[in-house]
T-cell receptor, first 113, second 112 residues
Framework: KAGVTQTPRYLIKTRGQQVTLSCSPI?????VSWYQQTPGQGLQFLFE???????NKGNFPGRFSGRQFSNSRSEMNVSTLELGDSALYLC????????????FGNGTRLTVT | GEDVEQSLFLSVREGDSSVINCTYT??????LYWYKQEPGAGLQLLTY?????DMKQDQRLTVLLNKKDKHLSLRIADTQTGDSAIYFC????????????FGKGTMLLVSP
């Protein structure tokens, strides 16, 4: 079974631009979550989608948004990029049953210059 | 409130056992997880334990949970150089199984 796939692996953007990251969950997984990883703040929860609906949201500004499609694939978008948005963005999927852990992809490394 | 704490660094010799410790503050935690991250990679799920369990063993890995003290540990037997990585402890709450709170990670360095 293929794991969680994130594209692209690396991105370089300029301040003020916007970016879209993509995530394909493990087949059969309907819940997709996004996390931001930075050296200073560590791993922080961004949001979670299930059945095309945002179910939980972390403490991030409205510039961070996401969506989920009917095939469970998800995208996240960051608008008006700031230097502090440079991070590793990790996507995770799960079946959303009680004992179903999160499986993470290899992430997208975003660098904002 | 939610807070997960780990020691930042652990150094062991190949063949020794490694014990990585974690404390958490939220008593309503349902599942506790251990993830491994190698350089340039995402998070690899190692093992997890439900909050009503005391111990779980999976090959070289042993997880111990002391719910009274809110203390979780991961023991790696016969540690190998390939085990060198950052290990993250994480907790999930009943309200959101997919919403994990992570510790800052423990860097494990295994020397030959």
């Amino acid at each position: 079974k293929a794991g969680v796939t994130q594209t692209p692996r690396y991105l370089i953007k300029t301040r003020g631009q916007q970016v879209t990251l993509s995530c394909s969950p493990i087949s059969g997984h309907r819940s997709v979550s996004w996390y931001q990883q930075t050296p200073g703040q560590g791993l922080q929860f961004l949001f979670e989608y299930f059945s095309e609906t945002q179910r939980n949201k972390g403490n991030f500004p409205g510039r961070f948004s996401g969506r989920q499609f009917s095939n469970s694939r998800s995208e996240m978008n960051v608008s008006t990029l700031e230097l502090g948005d440079s991070a590793l963005y990790l996507c995770a999927s799960s079946t959303d049953r009680d004992n179903s852990p999160l499986h993470f992809g290899n992430g997208t490394r975003l660098t904002v210059t | 409130g939610e807070d997960v704490e780990q020691s930042l660094f652990l150094s062991v010799r190949e063949g020794d056992s490694s014990v990585i410790n974690c404390t958490y503050t939220d008593s309503s935690s349902t599942y506790l997880y251990w993830y491994k991250q190698e350089p340039g990679a995402g998070l690899q799920l190692l093992t997890y334990i439900f909050s009503n369990m005391d111990m779980k063993q999976d090959q070289r890995l042993t997880v111990l949970l002391n719910k009274k003290d809110k203390h979780l540990s991961l023991r790696i037997a016969d540690t190998q150089t390939g085990d060198s990585a950052i290990y993250f402890c994480a907790e999930s709450l009943k309200e959101g199984y997919s919403t994990l709170t992570f510790g800052k990670g423990t860097m494990l360095l295994v020397s030959p």
